[in-house]
């Protein structure tokens, strides 16, 4: 079982917005790794390659985006393809927007277990009866995906992959990153609690990798070229 993680900055200064210190797509891309997620796509606009640049010693791809006049889906679509080239036995991807950057690697975790009992049906974190981000999609769902039109927004391409007819499961997993953005502050978040039952039918231990990373560690793991111009100008 293998679940990538692909998170999906619309431009530059959505991958590299501020998040407690550190570039948004860097933080998400350790908490991914700290859940368990692998391989992990950084899908993003790099023209000065800043975006490379922050997430160097990550474990992480950046990918090229799809023309952009193809939408949201096709970026999705786009970081799905990038994963399963990564790691063919990729049988499932968490869809995480940019913005979504105080998740907890917890979460991850749980969604990536549950996966593991349920694995044709769509994951859904929420909080306190909202739902959130990550999505966990499996790879069965890719191809309908590509059919999705462009102007359609990362939720709405959710709805419509439950429409066409795919099974949906919302766990209670009580971390309210998943449903607050950075447009809040880390500090002003509400308290984490955790599912009360653990979602996947078993225990785990919550936190072991939390990662409350700084730019001093990163994380272990192989860095893996982004763009060529970008990987190419590195030394």
């Known amino acids: 079982m293998t679940v990538a993680a692909v998170i999906l900055a619309a431009t530059p200064e959505s991958a590299l917005a501020d998040a ?16 368990g997620a692998t391989p992990i796509v950084v899908v993003s606009f790099d023209p000065d390659g800043s975006v490379a ?34 790691v063919v ?15 907890g690697p917890e979460t991850v975790t749980s969604l990536i277990e549950t996966h593991g009992t349920v694995a044709d049906a769509m994951l859904l974190p929420t909080w306190e009866g909202d739902t959130g981000w990550p999505a966990l999609v499996p790879m069965s769902l890719l191809d309908r995906t590509r059919t999705i039109a462009p102007d359609q927004m990362p939720g709405d ?40 039952e653990p979602p996947a039918g078993h225990v785990h231990e919550w936190g072991a990798q939390a990662a409350d990373a700084s730019d001093e560690g990163p994380l272990e793991g192989p860095a893996l070229a982004p763009y060529s111009p970008a990987g190419a100008s590195e030394t």
């Open 157 to 196: 391409i959710l709805a419509a992959l439950v429409n066409s007819g795919a099974t949906e499961r919302r766990l209670e997993l009580g971390d309210p990153g998943t449903v607050i953005d950075r447009r809040t502050s880390r500090s002003d978040l509400p308290p984490y609690e955790g599912p009360t």
């Open 89 to 103: 036995e990729t049988d499932a991807f968490l869809m995480w927007p940019a913005r979504m950057t105080w998740v």
């Open 53 to 86: 640049a922050a997430l160097a010693g990550a474990p992480v791809t950046l990918a090229e985006p799809a023309p952009n006049e193809l939408g949201p889906a096709a970026q999705m679509a786009r970081g799905a393809d990038v994963a399963r080239a990564e």
């Open 20 to 35: 407690d210190g550190m570039p948004a797509v860097r933080r998400i891309a350790d908490v991914a790794w700290s859940g």
